[in-house]
């Protein structure tokens, strides 16, 4: 192919590997759609978290930025509770 060609295959290549980056990193389908959408990214960004509970101590704040697997947040199933 011609260079053109090239050059759309590798932009292909960089945005579908750019979105599974953002999917590893904890982003759900929706947000990765939205900003490809937007063509921009969100100064905020709404983080979900991969377990279900009531969060017992808060790690982060508001502004703060954190690196990938900095806890954030302790989050503790109360869904069943021993009384002794």
Do not use: C, F, H
């Not at 260079?3 to 759309?8: A, M, P, T």
């Not at 990214?41 to 978290?49: E, V």
């Amino acid at each position: 192919g011609s260079k053109s060609d090239l050059l759309v295959d590798t932009s292909k290549t960089l945005i579908q590997s750019s979105k599974n980056k953002l999917i590893r990193l904890g982003l759900t389908e929706n947000q990765v759609a939205e900003i490809v959408e937007s063509g921009t990214p969100s100064d905020t960004l709404t983080i979900y978290s991969p377990a279900s509970g009531i969060v017992t101590a808060r790690e982060g704040t508001e502004g703060m930025y954190v690196k990938e697997g900095s806890m954030i947040y302790t989050i503790a199933d109360l869904s069943e509770v021993w009384l002794l």
